[in-house]
């Protein structure tokens, strides 16, 4: 369960108006262990076009092989792509414009920024530039993956333009890393080469380098992939860290999808928790911004062992106070609720617990019930009105949970996991 409970309630209210997306995720097995490296990833057929004419359906089919290697390098980083000849390299708007030759009649072009993008906002900001000019018939995430124990997220829009007074599609596709303190984003705008750009810019981003660079040293780590039924969303990233007092559990989420025809919302959500040696949280911070404007920001600090200050915005309002809670000890970490739910497991009994989830309440703890479910390994959470079946493993995180919501069922899927918080 963990992470995956908090952040069902803490998104729903973003995106429970997305039931008709649809975009059939790819589905990955769990992992504990270090998976294959990312270059290794199996391209899977694309999807067949619908409604186009042959030569159109042909065009949108295509794909190219695997080309040479190219190293590219510019100012804060290097990288590895596959090319017709070495990637041109400059300087623009103080990023760094990375164009390869794929032998298609454009360029990819990659983007590396010095500082980390939102992902689903980032590509929200391309997409409503573009919208000026073009009209899309659909944009949709196409798939997660993962390098380095980060997140690499893929989107597809088609479009419909104008060229000489005829009405010509277009295809858009898209790709966002983000790696410390800085970002990769990719983009190539031709119909076809789904899987193609899919593989070159996924190894683009196994080979991203920026200077300085390190691996966290994170004890653990999850990525889920979220989904609307079959569409996929986007992602919810989740590493902790050991500090001197305690724990710190750092969260991103980014969810792109389309909300009507030609119409999509862009969600980005960054948490930082820290907690003590008992498993109470002692700060958080919570940022939530929908179409890369930040809407959100809060701080919360204990104060006293059941009392916590807060202070910052939400729905870009100024807001501070303070509140208790109903438990002694006060909000319960996440390393603390692991426990918590393998004690529900084992005795099947209810437990009572305090959470902080700002979209929720802003000013006051929220109550979570942990309770026995359905099944041998799960437990069921309710919060905020909300009852949420989880499918946990032996060590008490989540595989797999779930929300119905009308027709259709919010989840949160495991696509890897190591260590415990």
Same mark, same amino acid.
């Given at each position: ?9 803490? =998104?729903?209210?973003?995106?429970? %108006?997305?039931? $008709?997306?649809?975009?059939? !995720?790819?589905? #990955?097995?769990? +992992?504990?262990? @270090? ?16 409604? =186009?004419?042959?030569?159109?359906? %042909?065009?949108? $089919?295509?794909?190219?092989? !695997?080309?040479? #290697?190219?190293? +590219?390098?510019? @100012? ?346």
């Amino acid at each position: 369960m963990n992470r995956s409970v908090e952040n069902v309630v803490r =998104l729903v209210c973003c995106i429970s %108006a997305l039931a $008709a997306c649809s975009s059939k !995720a790819e589905q #990955r097995p769990d +992992a504990k262990a @270090t998976p294959p490296p990312a270059a290794e990833a199996k391209p899977q057929p694309a999807a067949p076009s619908k409604g =186009l004419s042959p030569e159109l359906a %042909a065009m949108v $089919a295509r794909e190219f092989p !695997a080309l040479g #290697r190219q190293k +590219a390098s510019g @100012t804060g980083f290097t990288l590895e792509v596959e090319g017709t000849a070495p990637p041109e390299v400059q300087a623009v708007e103080g990023q760094q414009l990375v164009k390869v030759d794929l032998g298609t009649k454009g360029p990819m072009q990659c983007f590396v920024h010095a500082q980390p993008l939102d992902a689903a906002g980032a590509m929200a900001a391309v997409l409503g530039a573009a919208q000026k000019s073009v009209t899309f018939r659909g944009v949709a995430i196409t798939d997660v993956k993962m390098v380095e124990e980060q997140p690499v997220l893929f989107a597809n829009a088609d479009y419909l333009a104008e060229v000489n007074g005829n009405k010509a599609m277009g295809q858009l596709k898209m790709m966002v890393h983000v790696r410390g303190n800085s970002s990769l984003m990719c983009m190539h705008d031709e119909p076809g080469y789904q899987e193609s750009f899919k593989r070159v810019a996924l190894g683009a981003a196994a080979t991203f380098a920026p200077t300085g660079w390190t691996k966290p040293g994170h004890h653990y780590v999850e990525i889920q992939v979220v989904h609307m039924g079959s569409a996929t969303l986007g992602f919810s990233h989740h590493a902790c860290t050991r500090t001197k007092s305690g724990t710190q559990c750092d969260s991103t989420d980014a969810l792109l999808a389309a909300r009507g025809p030609g119409q999509f919302i862009a969600v980005d959500t960054v948490s930082k928790e820290t907690s003590d040696a008992d498993g109470v949280v002692t700060s958080k911070l919570f940022l939530h911004a929908e179409g890369g404007e930040l809407s959100t920001n809060l701080q919360v600090t204990r104060t006293a062992p059941s009392e916590y200050g807060f202070k910052g915005t939400t729905a870009s309002k100024e807001v501070s106070g303070s509140f208790k809670t109903r438990t002694a000890k006060g909000i319960t970490s996440e390393a603390e609720l692991r426990r918590v739910v393998l004690d529900v497991v084992k005795t099947q009994k209810a437990r009572e617990v305090d959470q902080y989830v700002a979209s929720v309440a802003p000013d006051a703890a929220t109550p979570m019930t942990v309770a026995p479910g359905p099944r041998p390994g799960t437990v069921n959470v309710v919060m905020a009105g909300k009852s949420i079946l989880n499918e946990v493993d032996d060590d008490g995180l989540g595989k797999r949970s779930e929300l119905p919501l009308g027709q259709v069922v919010m989840s949160f899927d495991r696509l890897y996991v190591r260590g415990i918080p």
